[in-house]
């Protein structure tokens, strides 16, 4: 009978795999308009939709990046998982479908919040290699309310899927949100915690969106995980140094855009200039 120590059973190769580098990894954001269903929506034409996250998609890929996120961050309000229509789910896997054959890179989804079943299936659909979930274990109190670690029923969804190579990347610690349901226990364990169901990357960040984690504190989930780890916000051309030194990767979206403001579009020239830094 196979045995190990490991605490979960996590691929500490997955970036190389994907990125085909196993250090000093760029993935782009492509925050969407808002879709059909979603408050924000102002009726945009499907084709206008995917024009508009094709167009960021590009710049990104102009600007030399290794790898895209497409996330539906015009939706907010953000739902909770079980109250986001099927509507977005189509619209998502449409974008990344043809971002995808687009730019030729890999790509990863997003759909907030927390809706890891969603981003699955859309996975799946897209031959996206990998999904991002912000709370995988344990629970937390987050704009949206209480939201719970989707690791069980993701995992067995996406093995009923037979979408297994679909990695998992998931923060910890995770911004917008308060931790005092899991405040006992230290920063460290909830690390583990997300390591020990099975995700392949974790992910730390900031307060909020944009917001820069302290080295201090990227040091103690380094510490804590021999998973790879990334960073989700904050990241800028003037601290990618110092941040890359620590982790393996970076998830970079709102110091690209035009005027710094995640709404806006991607600008290919801080692109290139961000990725001049980063290498």
């Given at each position: 009978m196979e045995t190990s120590l490991a605490v979960g059973r996590g691929s500490t190769d997955c970036v190389e795999k994907i990125f085909g580098r196993a250090r000093g990894v760029v993935i782009g954001v492509i925050h969407c308009p808002a879709f059909p269903g979603a408050p924000r929506y102002r009726d945009m034409s499907a084709a206008a939709l995917y024009e508009t996250a094709l167009a960021d998609a590009l710049a990104y890929a102009r600007?030399?990046?290794?790898?895209?996120?497409?996330?539906?961050?015009?939706?907010?309000?953000?739902?909770?998982?079980?109250?986001?229509?099927h509507e977005t789910s189509a619209f998502m896997a449409v974008t990344a479908d043809r971002i995808a054959r687009e730019t030729g890179l890999p790509i990863g989804i997003n759909v907030l919040a927390n809706a890891a079943m969603a981003a699955l299936a859309i996975a799946a659909a897209s031959n996206a290699a990998f999904v991002r979930v912000n709370q995988?274990?344990?629970?937390?109190?987050?704009?949206?309310?209480?939201?719970?670690?989707?690791?069980?029923?993701?995992?067995?969804?996406?093995?009923?899927?037979?979408a297994t190579g679909v990695r998992v990347f998931a923060d910890a610690h995770v911004k917008h949100g308060a931790h005092a349901i899991v405040a006992d226990r230290s920063?460290?364990?909830?690390?583990?915690?997300?390591?020990?169901?099975?995700?392949?990357?974790?992910?730390?960040?900031?307060?909020?969106?944009?917001d820069a984690a302290s080295p201090d504190y990227l040091k103690q989930i380094r510490a804590a995980t021999t998973l790879p780890l990334l960073i989700g916000s904050g990241c800028t051309e003037h601290n990618i140094s110092e941040i890359l030194s620590i982790v393996d990767g970076v998830i970079v979206a709102s110091s690209l855009k035009a005027g710094g403001q995640w709404w806006n579009p991607v600008d290919e020239a801080k692109v290139r200039t961000f990725m001049r830094a980063a290498r």
């Open positions: 600007g030399g990046v290794d790898g895209l996120i497409v996330e539906n961050h015009g939706d907010i309000p953000f739902s909770k998982p079980e109250d986001i229509g995988w274990a344990n629970a937390y109190i987050a704009n949206e309310g209480l939201i719970e670690g989707a690791a069980a029923s993701a995992l067995r969804y996406r093995a009923r899927l037979r920063l460290e364990e909830l690390v583990r915690d997300v390591e020990f169901f099975d995700a392949d990357a974790i992910i730390a960040t900031g307060q909020r969106t944009g």
